[in-house]
């Protein structure tokens, strides 16, 4: 049963042991907080995930379960388990950030060790197949190539950036500079730039309010300048971007205050890398494919 | 140019629209990529007088974004058509198109409604573009699917590369299509995932079809298993378009939910 070279069957088992190990951990250490890979330790997790799946790569032909792992049963049983996790997750309301005591473990799928353990699994055949596929470089596997690098970046850095990720609540008083925002546990931040509410432009558009708030940025190191902040147009102050989130009238019907919301995420360049590839690869499997049969009448 | 004149540009597409459909059945692939080519020239012809008088791209309105699924489908559909000839692709194309366009004839109280606020980005159309061709590829690749189940036949190669090559195409689209939701939903809300049933249900479909490719690439003799998998993974499409709509986890959850 277990003779190498292992199948299907073999990778299926080997998942529900991945599962196992899982609820295991998850009985032992409790749930995944993965605000504990904050920077810098999310940067050292990639560098030794990297150079982990780089020395097996180069060891592989001396051990038979590293030349399993990156194969195709492994990765089909690895996508059997994510799509049975992903369905469970599809049919239970998904509440990551509020704990009840009704609140079951599959609610909150993203703390599951068997959750990240089978995305993890996922990560290494991708990273595997990616760095199999360049040194075995063919021209007609660029798009295959591509998308297995896109999406190592764009799993990878979302996963690991999530750690730094900061949701982070501004409320602005008009002509007041605010440097103080405010996170999901309320505490307070003191942000690297002031932000000035000028006036909140209020317009009915077509039957809809539209908000526009003008603001004046400072910073240390850059003049200060003004912009427009509103639905579908954020703004860009380094790895922070501002979006308007509503405004608050005071006594005379007028916009006082408006609350802006203020993401922090400065993984998001690898994770576009990520995008981008998978992009090029997707674009190029549609101009590459050939399919050409005069017998197929469709 | 105004919408006045939206009926005669749209029927004259239509019937060109339709014409290419026509000869694309009987082959005659010159005249398909005429008839369809003169249609979508006249259709844009519109969209850039519009444009014009408008002084503004039209993007922002529900007539605006139909004219421009009206547009877009049959240009693509042309460029799948040339490229690998399937006589279908303009028929559908041509018929979505129409669909579009005639809702615009009869509804003329939308060509000024405008979206809300977070539907007015120019991701917008492209994501429902590419999704709306996703499931066309995936839709005829169930089709030819459940055909093959049952049908006595022994292996199909020709039908069974067919369907390879539409759930390679659509698979590539449904990764665009996710790509776009993810960089708009990180501009509009500032996070490209967020575990929202619809996006759950979008890389669940998305990882069906990836293991329908490996599989097919693993065991090829095994096909029968190979298109059960295909029909799962449309069933999965559907719930992730609309029956999301009715899932007692996404109703109260869900942003997509309307």
């Known amino acids: 049963m277990w003779q190498s070279p292992w199948k299907l069957r073999q990778g299926l088992l080997f998942g529900f042991g991945v599962l196992l190990v899982g609820t295991l951990l998850q009985l032992a250490v409790g749930a995944v907080s993965w605000t504990a890979i904050a920077y810098p330790r999310n940067l050292f997790c990639a560098i030794a995930f990297f150079s982990l799946v780089a020395t097996l790569y180069a060891l592989r032909a001396r051990f038979p379960f590293v030349r399993f792992i990156a194969s195709l049963p492994s990765a089909l049983s690895a996508l059997f388990y994510a799509i049975l996790l992903l369905a469970i997750m599809g049919i239970t309301a998904q509440t990551p950030d509020a704990t009840t005591a009704e609140t079951t473990p599959f609610q909150q799928m993203t703390a599951l060790w068997a959750f990240v353990l089978v995305f993890a699994w996922i990560a290494f055949i991708v990273a595997f197949v990616t760095l199999r596929q360049l040194h075995h470089f063919r021209i007609q596997k660029l798009p295959s190539l591509l998308s297995h690098l896109g999406l190592l970046f764009a799993l990878g850095a979302s996963a690991l950036g999530s750690a730094d990720l900061q949701r982070l609540q501004l409320h602005a008083e008009r002509g007041r500079p605010e440097w103080r925002a405010v996170n999901s546990r309320d505490e307070a931040i003191d942000l690297p730039f002031l932000l000035r509410l000028d006036s909140v432009i209020e317009s009915t558009n077509k039957g809809f309010p539209q908000q526009t708030n003008a603001v004046t940025i400072s910073t240390k190191d850059a003049p200060s300048f003004s912009a427009r902040i509103a639905i579908n147009h954020p703004l860009d102050i380094g790895a922070y971007k501002v979006y308007h989130s509503q405004s608050v009238k005071g006594n005379q019907h007028l916009p006082t205050s408006a609350r802006f919301e203020i993401v922090y995420d400065p993984w998001q360049p690898f994770v576009y890398l990520g995008f981008g590839l998978l992009l090029a690869g997707a674009i190029l499997s549609i101009v590459k494919a050939g399919f050409h049969s005069s017998s197929t009448k469709l | ?258």
């Open chain 2, 1 to 258: 140019m105004t919408w006045d004149s939206f009926l005669y540009f749209a029927l004259s597409s239509i019937f060109c629209w339709a014409l290419g459909a026509l000869m694309a059945w009987r082959s005659h692939r010159r005249m398909a990529h005429l008839f369809t080519a003169v249609g979508s020239c006249i259709f844009l012809l519109f969209i850039l007088g519009l444009w014009h008088t408008l002084e503004r791209p039209p993007f922002r309105t529900m007539g605006e974004t139909r004219l421009w699924y009206a547009f877009f489908l049959p240009a693509i559909g042309l460029a799948i058509y040339s490229r690998w000839h399937y006589r279908w692709m303009l028929t559908f194309s041509t018929l979505l198109a129409s669909v579009f366009a005639t809702i615009n004839i009869l509804h003329p109280e939308m060509h000024d409604k405008w979206l809300m606020p977070a539907l007015q980005s120019p991701w917008f159309i492209p994501h429902v573009i590419v999704y709306i061709l996703a499931y066309a590829l995936l839709g005829v690749a169930t089709i030819v699917a459940t055909y093959l189940l049952f049908a006595r036949t022994s292996t199909p190669h020709n039908k069974l590369r067919l369907c390879d090559h539409l759930t390679a195409l659509g698979v590539a689209c449904l990764t665009l299509g996710m790509l776009l939701g993810a960089v708009w939903a990180k501009d509009a809300w500032g996070h490209y995932w967020t575990w929202d049933p619809k996006e759950i249900w979008a890389a669940l479909t998305w990882s069906i079809y990836l293991l329908y490719i490996h599989f097919r690439h693993y065991a090829p003799q095994h096909w029968r298993t190979a298109l059960l998998l295909l029909l799962i993974a449309f069933v999965a499409l559907q719930i992730c378009w609309w029956g999301i709509n009715y899932l007692p986890s996404a109703i109260t959850t869900s942003v997509h939910v309307y």
